[in-house]
């Protein structure tokens, strides 16, 4: 496989390859609405002739015509690599330096079959997270990456290689943005009109940063969420009999009825793609399945008097599935349903069921605020429905349950064996373990002690699950000690030979620092500076200069383009001492950041935990809120 990669050195090939048909065995992507007018339409085609030699700006000029027409974008097919997409051992990538060898890694990994959502889109994730915006753009970063070195960085800017510029060792290899555009023009018909024209690109969160692990990492925070959730609502620690109706099999919303086993209650996820929910039960995550009201209300009932942990499908509308809980609680007094996620119509039978001990919340990509611009009644009583209306009757799950715990530190962590052995994914699980028992001994917090505790019997347990999809990557939610600590250990373990290769630290994007968006991240800030950015653009600065490997700036992410802020890093520990050290200074930082801003907007958790970390690091002061109570406005205004 060395010689075959070989061919990234060569960047966009000078003897264009065979257009080939259209490969219908796979996903492809749907149609881009564009709406481009035809002076607009002939930019977008010579903007994609740009990447090629005039020679060939005839013959590609009718193609990429005839792409833009039939799929709304310029994707370049006929440069589809014709050897397999996925992460391969580090060493076989034709590299200078070994830290572009871990970026081409998990670009590679981004793209492969098995885990990108439309492979041949280039989109990894969410139906647009693009990697690159055509295939040209692939080719040209992978020979940039195959020759940059240790003074060198790589400039992405919205999938386009801008080139390689000089920096230094201690500067990021690659720094990349996404979407970034002039806030007045980041509308959803701005984004389509420019992602047709080649100029911008979507990268949702870790498809254009480079750090998607596939569906683990969505499947551990849904376990976190369902958990806690539990606690905060129904006061119990084991879910057993409880039940977690949602809706959502496709993507990663198929990580759901994974999560709702794992935490140990009964979930019930409604799907109206049938191929999405066929896919999750051949997967084994969705354990039963069915198209029938009565017979899934059957089974409900069965599986919650009998305290079975059990996933179950309804191949149907979510909210045929509400109205039909209502009826049989108007009619018997029966709630079969404790927890649920997940317009107006869905709205009225939720504000019913709540009536009868149902608990509500969000979770997901800005349900409460669609809900609200359909008209549907979710305002808390009084609230007068504009722009940036935050006040609704019911809360995010970051609001109720995430936020708390991001206020704490902890959110999260990832890494990626660039070895690709499963031995060495074994050996980070017991690593992170032992690391994580370490601290339980330590004189911490109750709040920090249970999610500790959580973590560590998700670490315990993690192979068993065989989430691994791609690349040899897990997940951990965890705080700034932990996540410091832990790397700081791989990174000895690589300098041991205990573990055979590199290994890549990342994280999701949605985290204590990495993401400003009003209706999911951030919708627990209640001083009024949801609506701002600054923490997600300082922590990418922030990030850049204290050690890690790559960076990445977006607009965008799940919650809609031109509605939200957010970036993440890629941190490539080798087993040096620099490694170590940048690991420690960059991520005391990516933590202490948003629990900062989430102490000056109130939280109390916060303040205690960046208290806490300011006692452990003298070099660490942070400006503190000072309470204000209510009665010393009375009369001011």
């Known amino acids: 496989m060395m010689a075959e990669l070989k061919v990234l050195c060569n960047g966009i090939p000078d003897q264009l390859p065979e257009l080939k048909p259209r490969d219908t065995s796979i996903p492809h992507a749907p149609f881009r609405n564009n709406n481009l007018s035809e002076e607009e339409r002939k930019t977008a085609i010579k903007n994609a002739l740009r990447y090629f030699a005039p020679k060939h700006h005839k013959l590609l000029a009718t193609e990429f015509a005839e792409e833009l027409r039939n799929y709304g974008h310029i994707y370049m097919y006929r440069l589809l690599p014709q050897f397999q997409l996925k992460a391969y051992h580090i060493d076989a990538y034709p590299c200078v330096c070994k830290h572009a060898a871990a970026i081409m890694l998990m670009i590679m990994n981004n793209l492969d079959h098995v885990v990108a959502q439309y492979p041949h889109e280039l989109v990894t994730y969410g139906g647009n997270g693009q990697v690159f915006s055509n295939w040209a753009q692939f080719w040209l970063t992978m020979g940039y990456l195959s020759r940059l070195t240790t003074n060198q960085t790589l400039v992405m800017c919205s999938g386009h290689p801008q080139g390689l510029f000089p920096s230094n060792s201690s500067a990021p290899r690659v720094v990349i943005t996404n979407g970034m555009v002039i806030p007045n023009y980041s509308t959803s018909a701005d984004y389509d009109r420019m992602f047709a024209m080649g100029v911008t690109m979507y990268g949702q969160m870790t498809a254009g940063s480079y750090c998607y692990i596939g569906p683990q990492g969505i499947v551990h925070g849904t376990t976190i969420t369902v958990m806690n959730a539990g606690r905060k609502y129904l006061n119990v620690e084991n879910l057993r009999g409880k039940v977690f109706l949602t809706s959502g099999l496709g993507g990663m919303s198929g990580a759901q009825a994974k999560a709702a086993t794992i935490a140990g209650c009964v979930g019930i996820i409604a799907e109206i ?47 045929d599935l509400w109205e039909r809980l209502v009826e049989i609680y108007e009619e018997t007094g029966e709630c079969l349903h404790d927890v649920y996620y997940r317009l107006r119509r869905q709205v009225t039978a939720i504000n019913k069921l709540t009536t009868g001990g149902l608990h509500f919340w969000d979770y997901g990509n800005a349900f409460l605020f669609e809900a609200k611009q359909a008209g549907g009644d979710v305002l808390v009583e009084g609230e007068v429905s504009t722009s940036t209306t935050t006040k ?20 999260p962590f990832r890494w990626v064996c660039t070895s690709g052995c499963k031995h060495d994914l074994q050996q980070t699980d017991q690593i992170a373990a032992d690391v994580i028992q370490s601290l339980m001994k330590e004189n911490i917090s109750p709040p920090v002690m249970q999610q500790y505790s959580d973590n560590l019997k998700w670490i315990q347990a993690a192979h068993d699950h065989q989430l691994v999809v791609g690349s040899q990557a897990r997940i951990l939610y965890s705080d700034q000690q932990g996540r410091i600590k832990i790397a700081q250990a791989f990174n000895q373990a690589v300098s041991e030979g205990k573990i055979s290769a590199p290994v890549v630290i990342s994280r999701d994007h949605h985290d204590v620092s990495g993401t400003d968006s009003p209706y999911r991240e951030t919708s627990n800030i209640y ?37 939200v802020v957010n970036g993440g890093f890629g941190v490539v520990l080798d087993g040096s001492e620099d490694a170590g050290l940048k690991a420690g200074s960059m991520l005391a930082w990516d933590v202490s950041n948003g629990v900062t801003r989430r102490a000056w907007a109130g939280n109390v958790n916060a303040m205690d935990t960046i208290k806490v970390a300011m006692t452990i690091d003298p070099n660490l002061e942070v400006t503190l809120p000072s309470h204000v109570t209510d009665d010393v406005l009375n009369g001011q205004i």
């Open 527 to 563: 001083d009024e500076s949801a609506f701002c950015a600054d923490m997600a653009v300082q922590n990418c600065i922030g990030d850049s200069f204290r050690g890690a490997t790559w960076v990445a700036l977006h607009n965008g992410s799940g919650v809609g383009w031109g509605e």
């Open 273 to 319: 793609d049938e191929t999405a929910l066929n896919k999750r039960y051949n997967q084994g995550w969705l354990m039963k399945k069915t198209s029938d009201l009565d017979d899934l209300i059957r089974m409900l009932r069965d599986a919650r008097g009998g305290g079975e942990v059990v996933s179950i499908g309804y191949h149907g509308n979510i909210v």
């Open 392 to 411: 609704f009757k019911y809360p995010s799950y970051v609001q109720h349950i995430m936020g708390d715990i991001f206020s704490l530190g902890f959110g």
